[in-house]
């Protein structure tokens, strides 16, 4: 499972270059410009629940979130303690309850892999979200924008440990491949671990057909420098 072992490290390798409070600024001036009365959000893929704080202590949302990963999902609880957490996948869950808003994002999408399983995700979310609602999708990188062989390397210290993780990107067919070796250092010695995380890259064209698919009304905002783009859908 992605992140099965790196969940405890996860927030100090993304807190060093990610802007998570100008992705909540953004997401929930979208939300708002749309459904101004919005007030419950579901976040899709929550990871450790950074997005999802941040929408609930700046933007006052009422915030649930859905992980695949049990760790992921302790860790957003822990965070949003008034907040519901569970385990699920993406492709197929039952809540019971529908949102104001659904989001999925930081590229979370891309775990799907088929765009069969995508129709299904959206689906659900469509599913899960009020007369009126609103869902964004942050998406992975389409085909042809990943180079093969390309290698990076992010570090982070805590006062508990030293962590460096290489990239390594690989292609297979029509998947993209990122391989994840870490590099541990706590008062107890070194570790290293590996993790294969493997996304599937859909074009724009055969992701807002998914979306029609399943009944929903989307427009994309065309990636930029600093952002991978995002779908924006309605229920009709």
């Keep these: 499972m992605a992140f099965s072992k790196s969940a405890e490290y996860y927030d100090a390798?993304?807190?060093?270059?990610k802007d998570y409070a100008l992705d909540a600024d953004q997401i929930a001036a979208r939300?708002?410009?749309?459904?101004?009365?919005?007030?419950?959000?579901?976040?899709?893929?929550?990871?450790?629940?950074?997005h999802a704080r941040l929408l609930r202590e700046r933007h006052g949302f009422e915030v649930d979130g859905v992980d695949i990963n049990p760790d992921f999902v302790r860790l957003a609880l822990a965070k949003n303690p008034a907040g519901r957490f569970q385990v699920a996948d993406m492709v197929d869950?039952?809540?019971g309850r529908k949102y104001d808003a659904v989001i999925c994002l930081f590229s979370s999408i891309g775990y799907v892999r088929t765009l069969a399983a995508l129709e299904h995700t959206l689906r659900c979310f469509k599913a899960h979200t009020?007369?009126?609602?609103?869902?964004?999708?942050?998406?992975w990188f389409p085909p042809g924008k990943l180079t093969p062989g390309h290698t990076s390397v992010r570090r982070a210290e805590t006062p508990a440990f030293r962590i460096?993780?290489?990239?390594?990107t690989e292609l297979y067919g029509k998947m993209s491949r990122l391989r994840f070796d870490y590099e541990v250092e706590t008062a107890g010695g070194v570790q290293h671990f590996s993790e294969m995380h493997e996304l599937g890259p859909?074009?724009?064209?055969?992701?807002?057909?998914?979306?029609?698919?399943?009944?929903l009304i989307v427009t994309h905002e065309a990636p930029d420098a600093t952002h991978r783009g995002l779908y924006v859908a309605r229920l009709p």
């Design 202 to 215: 859909f074009t724009e064209e055969e992701t807002l057909r998914a979306f029609a698919a399943v009944g």
């Design 31 to 50: 939300i708002r410009a749309l459904q101004p009365s919005a007030r419950t959000l579901l976040d899709v893929a929550c990871g450790s629940g950074e």
């Design 13 to 17: 390798i993304y807190f060093a270059f």
């Design 93 to 95: 869950f039952d809540l």
């Design 164 to 168: 460096e993780r290489k990239t390594f």
């Design 130 to 139: 009020a007369p009126g609602g609103v869902i964004l999708v942050e998406p």
